[in-house]
């Protein structure tokens, strides 16, 4: 079955310190990877996407063929980082993950 | 338009009635969703558009909710006889085949 699993519903950490957003997939094939973040009040929008290698806002996310997953990453943690976390993958139809909500304490 | 377009941002309706929803999609995307989202959780799948290709129903959480899309233009999702537990914000997206998604404000729509 093609799965999508946040195994943390909610994550918080201290300003300045790393964060990792865990994200682990079941899929059959070569799917796009893409991490969606929701600040307070504003539209789901892409983060990132894995085709693209880039760091947005300071965040990184690796793919790891042999664990299948695809964990977003930050080292250096901001208050304004502070926001919903999606994860998401596939190819035409995309696979959503439940979501992790981040609190980044001052 | 420049984005996905939804409508009304907000609905309160009386429990038993239909509600309709409405979304407009970046012109020429091929994809279209439909997710709720209840307060507090994550992204409910519903339906997925694709072109002309029959539609991906499995989300729909029962035979009374249904949408419709014709062509690559706008969708409508519509909810029979509301109950509270359809209380949500319902989110609609689109993307040109499966390159990223674009999303809409949103409905909020309320039962009491």
């Known amino acids: 079955a093609q799965r999508v699993t946040q195994p943390e519903k909610l994550l918080s950490v201290f300003k300045g310190a790393p964060v990792e957003l865990k994200c682990n997939y079941s899929?059959?094939?070569?799917?796009?990877l893409f991490w969606y973040v929701q600040y307070s009040r504003q539209r789901l929008q892409l983060l990132l996407r894995h085709i693209s290698r880039e760091s947005i806002k300071g965040f990184t996310a690796d793919l790891n063929k042999g664990e299948t997953s695809f964990h977003l990453k930050k080292p250096f943690a901001q208050e304004e980082d502070s926001a919903m976390y999606y994860c998401?993958?596939?190819?035409?139809?995309?696979?959503w993950g439940a979501g992790t909500k981040l609190i980044i304490k001052p | 338009g420049a984005g996905v377009s939804q409508s009304p941002s907000n609905k309160v309706t009386e429990k038993g009635k239909d509600v309709e929803l409405r979304c407009d999609p970046i012109s020429g995307h091929t994809a279209l969703y439909w997710y709720r989202q209840r307060l507090g959780q994550g992204l409910e799948f519903l339906i997925y558009f694709q072109g002309n290709s029959a539609p991906d129903k499995s989300g729909l959480p029962s035979d009374r909710f249904s949408a419709e899309r014709t062509g690559e233009s706008v969708s409508t999702l519509t909810i029979q006889r509301t109950q509270q537990e359809d209380s949500a914000v319902y989110l609609c997206a689109s993307s040109y085949w499966g390159i990223e998604a674009f999303f809409g404000q949103g409905t909020r729509l309320t039962v009491v």
């Open positions: 998401a993958i596939g190819n035409y139809q995309l696979i």
């Open positions: 899929y059959s094939g070569s799917p796009e």
